[in-house]
C-alpha cells in the first residue's frame, strides 16, 4: 500500500478527489499541530454532546416525551422497505414506521428487542431487522422474534448489521462480531491489529459499521481499530498506520465508482482507491471532525455528516463539496442519518429530530408537518 497524505479542506468550491489522486507521491504531515488538538478536544466533546450512556442506549429517556410533536428528539437510523414505508430508528422509543399516512411506533411494548435501534435492514425474504440495545430483533410484518445471548449473540447491545449476498446475517455487537446461521448467531473472533497507543471511545471491539464491496468483501468498523477487511478468507486491518483518517471507523461506504470511503469520529473522512488515502478534515476551530454517516445519492453524489456543521455533499460532476448547516434550515447540527426514498427526497436525522430535503429547501419536520 501506498504512503497516504492528508488534505485539509476548506469550505468553498473545492476540490476533486479525481485529481487528488494523481498527487500520491507527494506526502504531507497527516494533521497540523492545531488539528490533532482539536482532535484530542473533540473526543471529551463528543461525550459531553451525547453522554456515553446516551450513545450506548442506557439513557433514562430524559430527553423528550414521544407524546411531543417531534418523531423522535433523536434520529440515529432512516430506512426505506420494499413496501415504501419509511422507518425511523430512534434512541430512546425503538422504531417509527411512516407509511405516508400515518405513524405507528414499535418498542419493547409491541415485542421490540429495545428502545435504542441503531441499524435496519431488509432481508431477502422480506423480514426487517433491527438492531438494538436489547439484542437483535426480526420482524416479519405481524410480530417479532428476539435473538439475544441466549441464542449466542457476544453481548446484547447490537450496533451494525448487514446481510451479504450469500444470504448470511452479520451483526456487530459491542463485543465483537456475531453471525447468524438461520437458526442462531456465532461469535466470529477477529484478530488484533497492532495498533499505537489504542484509546476506547465506546467500547472496546465494538463493531461500528459492516459493509459488503462489489467485490464480495467485507468491512468492519472496528473501535479505535481502524477498519478490517475480510476476504472470506483472511482479515487484513487497515488503520492510521497505513494513511487512515483515524482508528476509529463508523461509517464505511463503497461508492458507484469503486472507491472506499471512512468516516470516523475524530479524524474526519478518508477516500481510498485502493492505493492511497485521501484524509479530509475540517478547516476550522471547532474541532468538529466527527463523520457519522456516509451516503452515495442515485445522481452518484457523496453525502456525510459533520458534528455541529450540518452535512456535505460531494458533487462529482462540479468537483466541488458544498454545505448545508442550519442558516440553509439543516436544524439537525449533530447529523447521523442520511437517506433517499424512492420519490428522490432526503431526510436527515439526529440529535434534533427529522428534516426532509427536496434538492431546493430543507423542511423540520415533526409528525404534522410530515402528514401534509
Request: hydrophobic share 30%; glycine share 12%; proline share 1%.
Amino acid at each position: 500500500m501506498k504512503k497516504s497524505f492528508a488534505y485539509k479542506r476548506c469550505l468553498g468550491p473545492l476540490l476533486s478527489l479525481l485529481i487528488m489522486t494523481a498527487c500520491s507521491g507527494q506526502n504531507t504531515s497527516e494533521f497540523t499541530k492545531k488539528s490533532v488538538a482539536q482532535a484530542a478536544a473533540y473526543s471529551t466533546k463528543a461525550m459531553s454532546t451525547f453522554g456515553l450512556d446516551y450513545l450506548l442506549g442506557r439513557s433514562n429517556s430524559a430527553f423528550c416525551s414521544v407524546n411531543s410533536l417531534q418523531i423522535s428528539e433523536h434520529v440515529r437510523r432512516i430506512f426505506q422497505d420494499s413496501k415504501g414505508n419509511l422507518w425511523f430508528g430512534t434512541n430512546d422509543y425503538g422504531v417509527c414506521r411512516y407509511d405516508g399516512r400515518s405513524f405507528t411506533y414499535f418498542s419493547v411494548k409491541e415485542g421490540l428487542g429495545g428502545t435504542q435501534v441503531t441499524g435496519i435492514i431488509e432481508d431477502r425474504k422480506g423480514n426487517l431487522w433491527f438492531t438494538t440495545n436489547g439484542g437483535v430483533s426480526k420482524y416479519n410484518g405481524c410480530s417479532f422474534t428476539n435473538y439475544t445471548e441466549q441464542n449466542g449473540l457476544n453481548h446484547k447491545w447490537a450496533w451494525s448489521i448487514l446481510e451479504d449476498r450469500q444470504g448470511t446475517i452479520w451483526v456487530g455487537t459491542l463485543k465483537g462480531l456475531c453471525r447468524y446461521n438461520g437458526t442462531r448467531f456465532t461469535s466470529i473472533a477477529l484478530p488484533s491489529p497492532d495498533v499505537n497507543n489504542p484509546t476506547v471511545d465506546l467500547s472496546k471491539n465494538l463493531i461500528g459499521c459492516i459493509t459488503e464491496d462489489q467485490k464480495g468483501n467485507l468491512w468492519f468498523g472496528v473501535d479505535n481499530q481502524g477498519v478490517c477487511k475480510y476476504d472470506g478468507k483472511t482479515f487484513q486491518y487497515i488503520t492510521k498506520e497505513d494513511g487512515l483518517c483515524d482508528n476509529n471507523i463508523v461509517t464505511v461506504l463503497e461508492d458507484s465508482n469503486g472507491g472506499m470511503w471512512f468516516g470516523s469520529m475524530h479524524g474526519g473522512l478518508s477516500h481510498y482507491n485502493g492505493e492511497s488515502f485521501i484524509n479530509i478534515i475540517e478547516s476550522n476551530d471547532t474541532g468538529d471532525n466527527e463523520a457519522w454517516n456516509i451516503y452515495e445519492d442515485k445522481r452518484g453524489n457523496v453525502w456525510f455528516s459533520s458534528e455541529g456543521s450540518g452535512i456535505y455533499c460531494f458533487n462529482k460532476e462540479r468537483k466541488c463539496f458544498t454545505n448545508f448547516s442550519k442558516s440553509r434550515g439543516v436544524t439537525q447540527q449533530a447529523v447521523q442519518t442520511i437517506f433517499e426514498d424512492t420519490e428522490g427526497r432526503f431526510w436527515v436525522g439526529g440529535k434534533d429530530g427529522l428534516c426532509r430535503y427536496n434538492r431546493k429547501s430543507f423542511l423540520n419536520l415533526t409528525r404534522e408537518e410530515t402528514l401534509r
